[in-house]
């Protein structure tokens, strides 16, 4: 056995195991609170060997039920550093397995330990197991779409005002109590820049955030608790295009990382 590793969180545990790591490294049965920390280590790492991890289908459902949680996920599957697996069976875990040795996660609320062994023929013995269960285990299907290529298709189909908007109200929004969503952002973001609600929609659908029917049902929603308004934009053919604009004083002259917290309060006080 080797000394253990104590270290103040779960990501600290996986960039200390990962940075001596040569080959892939398997991601056995995490929590959720695993995963997460083991996401924000990939997030904040250059460079490295990928992730295969395999967990529950409800451990992976949980872990990208926000929009940040997913679309950070998504970029990390997209360029190859994290793959997702899911099981039926039951996992033992949470285990990081390198080609050099076994670690066994222990949290707790204030330090997280890596319990490790490096007995070679235990260690091959357990990526061979762990192999073949992730051979056998399913794809784990993501529908958020990486946050680089939000970020980078707001700015490329709109302007970087808009684009900065967005992604300061998207750090806010992890942050919030869930009255809002992705696509409400995007609304506000567009009312905020005077943006036309088909160009949003449009964006919207394209880059895979929700539908464009999803947009206008948010659309109505927030229109009818007054966070936002529209005016008709005539074209030369077809019906008019409607310009998002804010609906509330509340909501104008504020910066944009405060919109989320104040559009929240409005639309619990419009409900009531």
């Known amino acids: ?4 590793l104590i270290e103040r969180n779960v990501a600290d545990v996986c960039r200390t195991v990962l940075d001596d790591a040569t080959e892939d490294v398997l991601a056995v049965g995490p929590s959720p609170t695993v995963v997460d920390g083991l996401v924000a280590m990939l997030a904040d790492r250059e460079n490295g060997p990928s992730v295969r991890l395999l967990a529950t289908e409800s451990v992976l459902k949980a872990s990208v039920s926000e929009f940040t949680d997913a679309s950070v996920i998504a970029d990390l599957v997209a360029d190859e550093s994290l793959s997702l697996r899911t099981s039926a069976e ?14 066994s996660l222990v949290t707790t609320d204030e330090r997280t330990a890596g319990l490790a062994t490096d007995d070679a ?21 993501l529908r958020t779409p990486p ?27 992890a942050e919030a109590d869930g009255h809002l969503d992705e696509v409400d952002i995007s609304l506000l ?9 088909y160009d949003i929609s449009t964006w919207g659908e394209g880059v895979g955030i929700a539908s464009r029917a999803t947009f206008s049902r948010k659309k109505t929603r927030l229109e009818e608790g007054g966070l936002i308004e529209t005016e008709k934009v005539p074209i030369d053919v077809g019906r008019p295009r409607l310009r998002l604009l804010l609906g509330d004083d509340h909501l ?3 910066d944009a990382d405060e ?14």
């Open 1 to 4: 056995m080797q000394p253990p």
């Open 90 to 103: 039951r996992l033992d875990g949470p285990l990081l397995v390198t080609d050099e040795r076994v670690v």
């Open 121 to 141: 023929a235990f260690v091959d013995a357990a990526r061979e197991e762990y192999t073949d269960r992730w051979a056998d285990a399913e794809s784990f299907r």
């Open 147 to 173: 946050l680089s290529r939000v970020q980078e298709s707001l700015e490329r189909e709109f302007d970087e005002e808009l684009a900065a908007d967005f992604e300061r109200m998207r750090i806010a929004l």
């Open 189 to 197: 973001a567009a009312a905020r820049n005077e943006a036309l609600l």
């Open 252 to 254: 104008r002259g504020i």
């Open 259 to 272: 919109v989320v917290s104040v559009a929240a309060e409005l639309l619990a006080a419009a409900r009531q």
